[in-house]
């Protein structure tokens, strides 16, 4: 519904929500696809995948920083800095993760981290936003969605590392996961469909 949404109108003005979305969408499939194969095989290749959407969540994040500056008071965060902090985070997340007899759980918290701070950009759009002349209600849905989705992936990823304690938190952090990112995606949905006419809200 998403991708359909954008091509009806909007891929021009978010074409890096577009190829995060096909992205997300095909690898969905390719999962349920070799779900059959051996497991050592299929945590390779979603880890991969998984580290893949992560560097296109925060291309999008830039990206919407951009649009949302060109109607704010302040400058916005130059994204050089933005993409050298998650560089850093990265780099120490690993460092202070690295375990390679439980490679899972070593992905797990990395991909953590660096959620977390894609969630700290996404507060740092709204604030953009809400000093802006002009506030631009799509743009504000659009950064809204993405933050439910990524403030469930470290609620859930968080459940499932303690789920080594508690094995009843596992499918709860899995669930989590999987309605945020619904939700976040019908929001997009919802503002990628509307009127051009409606993206500006009232001063």
Known sequence: ???????????????????????????????????????????????????????????????????????????????????????VVFAGSYLIRRNPQHFNLQMTLIIRDLNIYATIIDLLLWSLLATARHPNRRLMLLIGGLGLQLTGAVMGESLRHLSRS??????????????????????????LRASPATERAPT
């Open 166 to 191: 508690f094995r009843s938190l596992l499918m709860a952090g899995i669930l989590l996961e999987i309605l945020t990112g619904f939700v976040g995606l019908y929001i997009w949905w919802r503002a």
């Open 1 to 87: 519904m998403v991708i359909a949404a954008l091509i009806r109108g909007g891929i021009r003005r978010y074409p890096l929500v577009f190829a995060y979305s096909l992205a997300l969408f095909l690898s969905t499939l390719i999962n349920i696809g070799i779900s059959a194969v051996p497991k050592t095989l299929w945590e390779t290749y979603y880890w991969t995948i998984d580290f893949v959407l992560e560097i296109m969540i925060y291309a999008v994040l830039i990206g919407f920083i951009d649009e949302a500056g060109r109607n704010s008071r302040h400058k916005p965060v130059a994204r050089h800095w933005l993409i050298l902090a998650a560089a």
